[in-house]
């Protein structure tokens, strides 16, 4: 069960740039690492995803090293709106399916 | 806007009683979660199904059950209801449930047991 390991929570100011850390010591071969931003009382919103490498979209860019046992995010120039929790997830294989299983998340605070 | 559709949006309902909450996948998906997020909880995975058919289980109680329909909505029955299960439940869609798919969530339906 590939399990993930991000920290609590992190402060910033608007206009920095954020990296949040997930490590995943367990990511299974055909794992693809996914990352989610929450709002209080809102469904969870995709980010980015990733394999190998760095992807970046237009709003983040996600970087994994060779060994993917972890995986960082990059939020460029954030804005008070980016505070959030964030969530990395990696998949479960277990007992032949698949699942999705969410972390505890990273509550980003972003100060004025 | 994920294309998931969850009703009803709040629900308030007593101990005891039984509740079913629906959802409509993005058009084009076949695969449907359902999660659960009691208040300042993290999201627990309860169940998938996959056209019709139950894929992957969580931790899903044996008063909750669910369902996905040949239409591919699904519904998420609760039953014998307590004060802690108020919570958002959010149901989830993908293309087939794979690795690699992206998961779309709904808004979630918040349920409050009085």
């Known amino acids: 069960l590939a399990k993930t390991t991000q920290p609590i929570s992190m402060d910033s100011y608007e206009g920095q740039e954020v990296n949040i850390t997930c490590s995943h010591n367990?990511?299974?071969?055909?794992?693809?690492i996914t990352w989610y931003q929450q709002f209080p009382s809102q469904g969870p919103r995709f980010i980015i995803q990733?394999?190998?490498t760095k992807v970046t979209n237009e709003v983040a860019s996600l970087f994994i090293p060779a060994d993917r046992k972890s995986s960082t995010l990059s939020l460029p120039r954030v804005s008070l709106s980016d505070t959030a929790v964030y969530y990395c997830l990696v998949g479960a294989q277990m007992d032949s399916s698949y699942k999705l299983i969410f972390g505890s998340g990273t509550r980003l605070l972003v100060r004025p | 806007d994920s294309g998931v559709t969850q009703t009803p949006k709040h629900l308030i309902t007593a101990t005891g009683q039984r509740v079913t909450l629906r959802c409509s996948p993005r058009s084009g998906d076949l695969s449907v979660y359902w999660y659960q997020q009691s208040l300042d909880q993290g999201l627990q995975f309860l169940i998938q199904y996959y056209n019709g058919e139950e894929r992957a289980k969580g931790n899903i109680l044996e008063r909750f059950s669910a369902q996905q329909f040949p239409d591919l909505h699904s519904e998420l029955n609760l039953s014998s209801l307590e004060l802690g299960d108020s919570a958002l439940y959010f149901c989830?869609?993908?293309?087939?449930?794979?690795?690699?798919?992206?998961?779309?969530f709904g808004e979630g339906s918040w349920l409050t047991v009085v």
């Open positions: 990733g394999y190998k």
């Open positions: 367990n990511i299974a071969t055909n794992d693809y």
């Open positions: 989830a869609s993908s293309v087939d449930g794979n690795s690699g798919n992206t998961i779309y």
